[in-house]
């Protein structure tokens, strides 16, 4: 039985991760990073800068040009009781949706007194009565309000604060776009020497945006795989990324997404034909790419639809396989960990 015709449950996609594995700060320089070249049967211990060294003249390398907000803000209900924002993307008329962490939720018009002495009323559910979000009104541009007096939204298995190191860390080289709640941890191994590398060894880079949301975190809590709702995201694919994939196609180069955030975008693209707006594309083994050649991913969470994205990319048995052989060599983990680079496997050679 094939990877594209088993069926496949929640507990397929679960590892036994050593704890000290999670990294809990960035690589001293971003290209120090490691990178297992998972290309082939054997995998590789590599250096991340070496990664221009593994493309070819003509290959096209696409990001993801989305920027992290700092949208985890603080306040209090007129009560006195504790709130915390996280907000997930910026609507009109100072409106935000929101995840909200309160003891006891506030009522429709409620008004939170956040700090940095503003305030935040709340409106209502998102995207419906039934929604899981919540969305409030500020009483200034959120933006502004959240680059004055947000924090930097790292990941719940991160367990410091943030800080300094995190503000410019917890970001890509060439962040554009405000509105991600996380980062697309693959490229933040990227610095100004790996891309000039890559532009020098005639390489190509585009760019896309998704703004990654908080959901990316969520777990999935069905055995049955396919009763997963996943979160929705917004992108776009501008026309000049469109052109340069068009072009790479036409001189034989591959296609490399940086990220999961990158192929769930061009992916979304070419299966529903649309070049901006929400995604909710749930990528499992016996998915058919139609953009992405190789991949260049961090390790993730044990039973995360990411686990599930890469093994339907590159083969679960082979997936599996490179998370042994990282955990066995001290490859570091998530978001500030290291990297991995991976090759499409063709399921109808099997």
């Given amino acids: ?61 696409v990001f993801n040009n989305t920027q992290v907000v700092k949208a985890r803000l603080f306040g209090e209900k007129s009560t006195g009781g504790k709130v915390e924002l996280l907000v997930e993307r910026v609507l009109q008329n100072h409106e935000v949706v929101a995840h909200m962490k309160v003891s006891k939720k506030p009522l429709a018009g409620g008004v939170l007194h956040m700090v940095g002495d503003f305030t935040a009323t709340l409106v209502g559910r998102w995207p419906n009565e039934d929604g899981q979000l919540f969305r409030f009104q500020f009483s200034g541009e959120p933006h502004a309000l959240m680059a004055a007096h947000g924090h930097v939204p790292l990941p719940p298995y991160i367990t410091h604060c943030d800080d300094a190191e995190d503000e410019r860390r917890y970001q890509t080289v060439f962040a554009k776009h405000p509105g991600a709640v996380a980062a697309p941890t693959a490229a933040l191994h990227f610095d100004e020497s790996v891309l000039a590398e890559l532009k020098a060894r005639g390489i190509h880079t585009a760019e896309v945006t998704l703004h990654v ?74 998915f058919r790419f139609q953009v992405i050649d190789l991949l260049l991913t961090n390790f993730h969470l044990p039973k995360s639809t990411l686990m599930m994205l890469v093994s339907a990319f590159a083969g679960y048995e082979h997936i599996m396989a490179l998370y042994r052989h990282a955990i066995a ?22």
């Fill in 1 to 61: 039985m094939t990877a594209a015709t088993r069926t496949f449950s929640l507990s397929d996609f679960d590892f036994a991760l050593p704890p000290e594995l999670i990294a809990q700060h960035p690589a001293p320089e971003r290209s120090a990073s490691r990178l297992l070249d998972g290309r082939a049967a054997t995998p590789v211990d590599r250096v991340f800068r070496e990664l221009p060294g593994l493309l070819r003249e003509g290959d096209l390398v």
């Fill in 213 to 286: 949301g908080a959901g990316t975190f969520q777990p999935v809590k069905t055995e049955n795989i396919a009763e997963h709702t996943m979160h929705a995201e917004w992108y776009r694919v501008p026309p000049e990324t469109q052109q340069a994939i068009a072009d790479c196609r036409a001189r034989g180069g591959r296609v490399l997404g940086v990220g999961t955030t990158t192929v769930r975008t061009l992916e979304s693209w070419a299966a529903f034909g649309q070049a901006d707006g929400d995604t909710q594309i749930f990528i499992t083994p016996g």
């Fill in 329 to 350: 060599q001290g490859y570091r983990f998530f978001s500030y960990g290291d990297a991995m680079l991976l090759e499409r496997q063709d399921f109808a050679k099997h």
